[in-house]
């Protein structure tokens, strides 16, 4: 083996390994290449230099993008200046004596009134729902309150009117300090020519035990009929913004 390689070495040859090329003569001053290894290789240095290519395109677009006049930046600021301006309306709402928090404040009262009806802080109010007036001659409203609690009692009965909304307030009668199992009784003239709903509701002293009535009436001589009564199991409870 010694005197090959002395042999090579005093043909000006290096010993070729296993990578692709020998020289096909010991002492050929030409090596044998490997074309398609050469080949592959090539086509590796092609794909390499074009893919970082297409690397150096997207960081350009990238740059040139954060640097725009209509991207980047200047876009996030524009936004931010408009959710700044939105959150400055939103608080302004806020503190508005006609909205938000006094607005909120109101409601949440009406609705504690409500609660405090329903819990039986107060008595709950009562309601007819309403009633058609039909004719003209159907202008007169009577009501009553049976007491059957032990000690006296009051109610208020409210009439309204609907020939709009929300509707307006067109008598009051008060009956006050019935005495136990006893009856009181009041009566309302309508309006003049009035063809509307009315609702009447009622606000009484106790929760149980007061009895309650109302009935239009026919202004027809002599006998004046009724034209729509309401007993008192059809009295329905109060339980609403609209008093």
Request: overall charge negative.
């Amino acid at each position: 083996m010694t005197d090959r390689n002395d042999s090579l070495k005093r043909c000006g040859c290096d010993v070729w390994d296993d990578c692709g090329c020998k020289p096909s003569d010991p002492c050929s001053p030409h090596p044998n290449y490997d074309p398609k290894l050469i080949k592959e290789i090539l086509e590796s240095i092609c794909n390499l230099k074009q893919q970082i290519a297409d690397c150096e395109n997207v960081l350009n677009r990238i740059v040139r993008a954060i640097f725009s006049d209509s991207f980047g930046l200047p876009e996030i600021k524009s936004e931010v200046s408009f959710i700044e301006s939105t959150v400055t309306n939103i608080n302004n709402e806020i503190i508005s004596p006609t909205f938000g928090l006094q607005e909120i404040k109101s409601e949440v009262s009406a609705i504690l009134g409500i609660l405090e009806e329903q819990n039986g802080t107060v008595p709950l109010g009562r309601t007819t729902g309403p009633i058609r007036i039909s004719t003209r001659l159907e202008s007169a409203l009577e009501v009553k309150a049976y007491n059957g609690t032990n000690t006296p009692q009051s109610v208020t009965f409210v009439v309204r009117e609907f020939s709009n909304c929300p509707g307006d307030i067109i008598d009051t009668i008060v009956l006050t300090n019935i005495p136990p199992c006893c009856v009181d009784f009041g009566i309302s003239f309508f309006p003049p020519d009035i063809v509307t709903n009315v609702v009447i509701n009622a606000f009484p002293s106790t929760d149980s035990g007061l009895y309650l009535y109302a009935a239009t009436i026919n202004n027809v001589a002599p006998t004046f009929p009724k034209v729509t009564e309401i007993l008192a199991e059809q009295w329905l409870p109060l339980a609403t913004f609209c008093v």
